[in-house]
């Protein structure tokens, strides 16, 4: 095992401009969610154009940049919610058609049917 802290340089793809902070983030995967975190790693130098990050773990590494906090617009949340909604009910109105009209059925329409039961799930 390792115990101990190691520097890694990472370069910025574009150069941090006034006011833009960076910050040294690992990946980390819990119940099957992950999120960047910042425990066990440290920011300790660099400039414009690269960081120097001081690590006490092995991971995958990144640097973030936000020039302000990350927010979520409303209209995006309604946009979302309301698409979700109408794709449901017609993904339900499908699955009902497909299983009424046994007229039309085939393997066709039976590989249709499982997929739309797939999707609405």
């Not at 946009?79 to 009424?100: E, H, K, N, P």
Request: charged fraction near 10%; aromatic fraction near 12%.
């Amino acid at each position: 095992t390792f115990n101990g802290t190691f520097n890694i340089t990472l370069q910025h793809r574009m150069a941090l401009q006034a006011g833009e902070e960076s910050r040294c983030v690992f990946w980390q995967t819990v119940d099957n969610k992950g999120q960047w975190m910042t425990s066990g790693c440290t920011h300790v130098g660099g400039d414009t154009l690269y960081s120097i990050c001081t690590c006490t773990h092995f991971s995958t590494f990144a640097i973030l940049v936000a020039i302000r906090p990350v927010r979520e617009h409303f209209a995006l949340t309604v946009v979302t919610y309301v698409g979700m909604s109408v794709s449901l009910v017609c993904l339900f109105l499908a699955i009902i058609t497909f299983i009424l009209c046994r007229s039309l059925w085939s393997v066709s329409v039976a590989l249709h049917l499982q997929l739309s039961i797939c999707l609405f799930a």
